[in-house]
């Protein structure tokens, strides 16, 4: 299995910004899409973006669409999730998932491997 770590998280006050990385070892990478997953206290694990293994297909849910940009980078084995206008409501953990599909998918059946996990707090 792909190994994932997630860093970048933090407490950022509504409207700023963060930035998330994954960075990816095990396995080869280039040929995985890529995911970025999210959970609330309370609430199930959602979809948040996707990415193809050559970065041409990028996927947002609707309720991040203009605000986070979802990239990566196959020298480096990192995918990145560049959140902007950050809401109260985006706080929650952030997981990264590997897939062995080559395009972006939504399904979280589709991602054999997670990372554990970093925390976004917004404040209001």
């Known amino acids: 299995q792909v190994q994932l770590v997630e860093s970048g998280g933090g407490l950022v006050q509504a409207g700023g910004s963060l930035r998330l990385s994954c960075a990816a070892s095990g396995r080869t990478f280039s040929g995985y899409a890529m995911g970025w997953f999210r959970q609330a206290p309370g609430k199930e694990r959602e979809f948040v973006a996707a990415?193809?293994?050559?970065?041409?297909?990028?996927r947002y849910a609707d309720s991040v669409k203009g605000r986070f940009t979802i990239s990566r980078d196959n020298a480096k084995n990192t995918v990145y999730l560049q959140m902007n206008s950050l809401k109260p409501e985006d706080a929650a953990v952030y997981y990264c998932?590997?897939?062995?599909?080559?395009?972006?998918?939504?399904?979280?059946?589709?991602?054999?491997?997670w990372g554990q996990g970093t925390q976004v707090t917004v404040s209001s």
């Open positions: 998932a590997a897939s062995t599909k080559s395009g972006p998918t939504s399904t979280p059946a589709d991602f054999g491997s």
């Open positions: 990415i193809s293994w050559n970065a041409a297909w990028p």
